[in-house]
């Protein structure tokens, strides 16, 4: 059973860090992209980052460029997304997700499994 788990997320002041972790179980992680998506009340889930099976392409949407930064470790089955400089606009739950796909993309309903998310609040 494919199953991926974030966590890492929590409260923060801005200008803080946090750093999500997203682990895949019941298959390996390096056979696909893994996107993160972030969503908040009243609003669609929207793409924050992505990164390619290889490691070797990654995007960021507009608001996390310069300031998050994805990684993954094949060997540890595990993505993350290191966030930096927060703002209270990134207050949100973040979800991971896995896709087959050629190149790295935000189209939702080409991610094939979800996590539950994790909850960042950035707040003073």
């Known amino acids: 059973q494919l199953q991926l788990v974030e966590s890492g997320g929590g409260l923060v002041q801005p200008g803080g860090s946090l750093r999500l972790s997203c682990a895949a179980s019941g298959f390996r992680l390096d056979t696909y992209a893994i996107g993160w998506f972030r969503q908040v009340p009243g609003k669609a889930r929207e793409g924050v980052s992505c990164?390619?099976?290889?490691?070797?392409?990654?995007i960021y949407a507009g608001s996390g460029k310069g300031r998050f930064t994805i990684s993954r470790d094949n060997a540890k089955n595990t993505v993350y997304l290191q966030m930096s400089s927060l703002r209270p606009e990134d207050t949100g739950i973040y979800y991971c997700?896995?896709?087959?796909?050629?190149?790295?993309?935000?189209?939702?309903?080409?991610?094939?499994?979800w996590g539950q998310g994790t909850q960042v609040t950035v707040s003073s």
């Open positions: 997700a896995a896709g087959v796909m050629r190149l790295c993309h935000f189209l939702i309903d080409r991610y094939g499994s």
């Open positions: 990164i390619s099976n290889s490691g070797g392409t990654t």
